[in-house]
């Protein structure tokens, strides 16, 4: 059973900056692709960044373009999302999960995270 595990989240200020993790295996990040999602308070879940098999290619959503990077450490089988000048907005539960395609955003994932809480507060 594959496990995904997030960390990092916190209490950060606005234009703060915050970097989440997501440990996975090997598999999954040299065959499949994964992604970052997030679910705010009241509000469904939305996709948010997504690097493809091998991680030659990233993908964003708009509103994260430019103030976030997706990333991966090969030798520690993790996953990161580097966000920076965080806004209130951005306050949620943050996901990683597993895609069912190697190839970057196909809207199918098998495997999710139990979640990393972002708060973004003065």
Known sequence: QLQLVESGGGLVQPGGS??????????????????????APGKGLEW???????????YYADSMEG????????AKNTLYLQMNSLKPEDTALYYCARATTSWG??????????GTQVTVSS
């Open 18 to 39: 915050l970097r989440l993790s997501c440990a996975t295996s090997r598999f999954t990040l040299d065959y499949l692709a994964i992604g970052w999602f997030r679910q």
């Open 105 to 114: 955003p196909s809207g199918e994932y098998d495997y999710w995270g139990q």
């Open 48 to 58: 948010v960044s997504e690097l493809n098999r091998g991680g030659s290619s990233t």
């Open 67 to 74: 103030r976030f990077t997706i990333s991966r450490d090969n």
